[in-house]
């Protein structure tokens, strides 16, 4: 599985994040909050400085700082299509606009007990549900899977009571789609695995209660 070095407020980081949604790509994420001593030193370590995001493809044994480095590369070596819309440094700009009413959150490390084994979240960048919870897994430095579940269609759209009252009949596609309705018979992010302690959650306030409850020191 790929690993990305990173942090929720980093705009930069968050470009990533949207192409692996746009390429429908898993990844391993390592929470690197500001303060944060658990990942964050290895990036220095491996790669000589604390830059984010910084991505390591274990298949190719390629590591890569540099957000439109990192976009290009994953395109090119796993055949996705680059996301759309503007150069880079528009999209950097617009990605520093939609972190800006966020403030902090998901910028700094908190206290937390480390889990044996990473979280699993399926999750898809712009939803807003999603964010809050991918920005407290990032605080308390907790790793987890992020399985990206962007829409696939015109009946992915709205909540998924949209989809169930107008689209009953409409397939499923998309890779994590597909998988999560073949393992739970639902579509609703985000929707939190925890193996450490058998934990399957939806619901952003509950995911967040839970969080807190089990890691936070
Ligand atoms: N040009 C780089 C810029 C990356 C960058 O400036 N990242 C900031 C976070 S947004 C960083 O690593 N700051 C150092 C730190 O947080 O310690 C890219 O596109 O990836």
Same mark, same amino acid.
């Given at each position: 599985?790929?690993?990305?070095?990173?942090?929720?407020?980093?705009?930069?980081?968050?470009?990533?994040?949207?192409?692996?949604?746009?390429?429908?790509?898993?990844?391993?994420?390592?929470?690197?909050?500001?303060?944060?001593?658990?990942?964050?030193?290895?990036?220095?370590?491996?790669?000589?400085?604390?830059?984010?995001?910084?991505?390591?493809?274990?298949?190719?044994?390629?590591?890569?700082?540099?957000?439109?480095?990192?976009?290009?590369?994953?395109?090119?070596?796993?055949?996705?299509?680059?996301?759309?819309?503007?150069?880079?440094?528009?999209?950097?700009?617009?990605?520093?606009?939609?972190?800006?009413?966020?403030?902090?959150?998901?910028?700094?490390?908190?206290?937390?007990?480390?889990?044996?084994?990473?979280?699993?979240?399926?999750?898809?960048?712009?939803?807003?549900?999603?964010?809050?919870?991918?920005? *407290? +897994?990032? =605080?308390?430095?907790?790793?987890?899977?992020?399985? !990206?579940?962007?829409? &696939? /269609?015109?009946?992915?759209?709205?909540?998924?009571?949209?989809?169930?009252?107008?689209?009953?009949?409409?397939?499923?596609?998309?890779?994590?789609?597909?998988?999560?309705?073949?393992?739970?018979?639902?579509?609703?992010?985000?929707?939190?695995?925890?193996?450490?302690?058998?934990? *399957? +959650?939806? =619901?952003?306030?509950?995911?967040?209660?839970?969080? !807190?409850?089990?890691? &936070? /020191?």
């Amino acid at each position: 599985m790929l690993e990305l070095f990173e942090f929720e407020g980093c705009p930069y980081c968050r470009l990533v994040r949207e192409a692996l949604t746009e390429m429908d790509l898993d990844v391993l994420i390592r929470p690197c909050p500001k303060g944060g001593q658990r990942f964050r030193p290895q990036v220095s370590e491996q790669g000589g400085k604390a830059q984010f995001p910084y991505l390591v493809d274990p298949n190719t044994g390629t590591a890569l700082y540099e957000s439109d480095a990192i976009i290009r590369y994953l395109a090119e070596t796993y055949g996705a299509r680059r996301p759309r819309g503007g150069g880079h440094g528009l999209r950097v700009l617009t990605s520093q606009l939609a972190s800006l009413p966020r403030l902090t959150r998901g910028l700094r490390a908190r206290a937390s007990q480390p889990p044996e084994q990473p979280l699993e979240l399926y999750s898809f960048e712009s939803s807003p549900y999603s964010r809050p919870v991918r920005e *407290r +897994l990032c =605080e308390l430095e907790l790793p987890y899977i992020l399985r !990206n579940m962007g829409k &696939a /269609q015109k009946a992915d759209m709205g909540p998924p009571i949209v989809r169930r009252k107008f689209y009953p009949d409409a397939g499923i596609r998309g890779r994590n789609r597909q998988r999560m309705h073949a393992e739970t018979g639902r579509l609703q992010v985000p929707y939190l695995i925890d193996p450490n302690t058998d934990t *399957r +959650l939806y =619901e952003s306030a509950d995911i967040l209660r839970y969080l !807190n409850e089990t890691y &936070a /020191q």
